[in-house]
């Protein structure tokens, strides 16, 4: 056909040229969207709204949501998930509160997860363009996990200088640092095999309209723009026992933004303050979404016996993730 006579007449004045950068889609038929690997949550949940088993090597990450709703206790459960598969982690902790005690929680190997802590949002840019260099020049293959919690929370190099600390003014070249240093570190993301997450902050927009967003994001809008992928974290409940302490909450998690599946797809699971999320009792749930279990006023239905959550789901074998993983359709 003339058409393909012409698309392969481009590519080859293309590969003189550009030589390794070109490629049609049959170059990429075996892999899923261009994507290799994807680091594990060990979160059904939140692996059943993104459609894949976890977070997209190669691809820039966004997880947002209002203060308290679990952004960072996500992450960290990433990090420990990640960890355990023997990727390396590294954490850009912008807003210097990191505890090793309350990230052990969490199964992260406090011992190798390397830990930044920068002063300026273009000194953490800085930062991360070197790591990547890094990466590349060492010839890591291992997809590498970099957290980046949170971007809010970074003055500029002038707000720290007092040279422009209006609000406007400054929120404004917040929002440029960041527009201009993800178009620079985007290809680098994808080429070494790094999947770069961002937590950002919600907040209320006092200008909305009935017709507009009633929230914002702090920062502005390029993060959304070149993210793959972005998972908003909502707390819907407090778990707390009758004339006891608080003890975690509940979270609902939606994809916004979803360039693997398709988008808007919601879940919920609990989060312990002790002790992160329990991936079992979350299997738990999904088993009686797809009727592998049945459930009445709290008690499951398990090879003969009636059980509470606490009981069962301890019990219940690892296999038993892949059953539940075919029945939603997620591929491996």
Known sequence: MESNKLTDKILKQLDKKYEDKIKTLEDKKDVDAGISYFVPTDNIAVDFVIGRRGLAVGRIIEVFGRSGSGKSSFIASVIGAAQKRGNPCILIDAENSYDPSWARRFHVDTDNLLLIEPKTLEESFDMTRTIIKSIREENITDPVFIAYDSVSALPTNAEL??????????????????????????????DNNICLTFVSQLKDNPRAT?????????????????????????????????????????????????????PFKTATFDLYYEEGFKPKEILLDFMVEVDMIKEKQGWYEWEGQKLRKDTLAPMLDDALFDAVYEKLGIPK
């Open 161 to 190: 200088e007092e040279e422009d600390s209006s609000g406007s003014s400054a929120a404004a070249a917040h929002a440029r640092i960041i527009s201009k240093e993800l178009r620079k570190i985007g290809g680098m993301v994808k």
């Open 210 to 262: 009935p017709w507009m967003d009633s929230e914002s994001i702090i920062g502005g809008s390029a993060i959304k723009f070149h993210s793959g992928l972005r998972l908003k974290l909502t707390k819907i409940k407090t778990l707390k026992e009758k004339d006891k302490a608080a003890h975690g909450i509940g979270i609902q998690v939606t994809t916004t933004k979803n360039k693997f599946t398709s």
